[in-house]
């Protein structure tokens, strides 16, 4: 790291945005648009990152993003629609004078929980190490624990490549009901699984979970797709998995690799009446 970096006469702050689909964004607060690793970090008002903090420990480092949406590339529809979700996030120092990307790391973080009132919003991030905070051990559910597809030790191990189907809208109710005519599947086959869109103005968007699916090719998610669904759009859909030991047995042939405990007792033991 070069001694200038240090000089509070020449340490500008920069911040890296990397989605998961679509292209970064590349923000500074320097009062002037900065050219560093072949790419250009805007200055600007309608934004503002604070509260990054890190340490030598392994306390998390975090950095919070707030701002007017629309401007420096981050817009309303693409916060609403989940675009940045997860996206990555890299907070570095370096100097106004003879920028040089990365060279002082401070915070890498993901974007996590995301306030939107009117025209402004503000993006909560999250560490890196924060992916690691979650339990571990075996679970003791009458549900299935397990990820659909998941190809972890011990894991679910259902090839869902095979399973993927792909197709076009033949007709349109709303955001959340639409339908493919030539779909061939039997009723409630798709249910619990995910679409996700190709062409369209949704492509690229986060996949939606699937609320219901009849014979006819119709299909109802749990959530409405941020922008208006169209005739002719096309998408990828994966089929999903009620977590139920009949689904697992006799829809998927995986009884094997269940996860769950169909022989659990309810919490009431009126709920338990008839269930044989």
Not at 47 to 70: C, R
Not at 150 to 163: Q, S
Request: net charge neutral; proline share 5%; hydrophobic share 40%.
């Amino acid at each position: 790291m070069k001694p200038a970096v240090a000089n509070l006469a020449t340490r500008v702050i920069c911040l890296r945005i990397v989605p998961k689909t679509g292209s970064p964004i590349y923000l500074t607060r320097h009062a002037r648009n900065l050219v560093m690793g072949g790419h250009t970090y805007l200055s600007g008002s309608g934004y503002d990152f604070t509260g990054y903090a890190a340490d030598a420990s392994m306390s998390p480092g975090v950095v919070d993003l707030e701002g007017i949406a629309g401007l420096a590339g981050i817009g309303y529809d693409e916060i609403a629609s989940g675009l940045f979700d997860n996206a990555r996030c890299y907070l570095f120092a370096t100097t106004w004078n003879a920028p040089v990307e990365d060279e002082e790391p401070l915070v890498a973080s993901l974007l996590g929980k995301t306030t939107l009132i009117d025209s402004r919003y503000r993006i909560e991030e999250m560490a890196l190490i924060d992916a690691l905070n979650q339990s571990v051990g075996k679970t003791y559910t009458a549900a299935c624990p397990k990820t659909f597809g998941g190809t972890e030790f011990a894991g679910c191990k259902k090839a869902l490549g095979p399973l993927t189907v792909t197709g076009t809208l033949t007709a349109v109710t709303s955001r959340t009901v639409f339908r493919d005519s030539t779909r061939g599947e039997p009723a409630d086959y798709f249910a619990a699984g995910t679409i996700a869109f190709t062409s369209g103005a949704n492509a690229g968007l986060k996949p939606l979970e699937i609320k219901r699916h009849e014979a006819d090719g119709t299909l109802e998610t749990f959530e409405p797709f941020h922008y208006p669904v169209a005739i002719g759009d096309a998408y990828t859909l994966i089929p999903g998995c009620r977590k139920r030991l009949a689904d697992c047995r006799d829809k998927w042939a995986n009884g094997v690799n269940f996860g769950g405990f169909s022989n659990i007792p309810a919490d009431s033991q009126y709920a338990q009446v008839g269930a044989r």
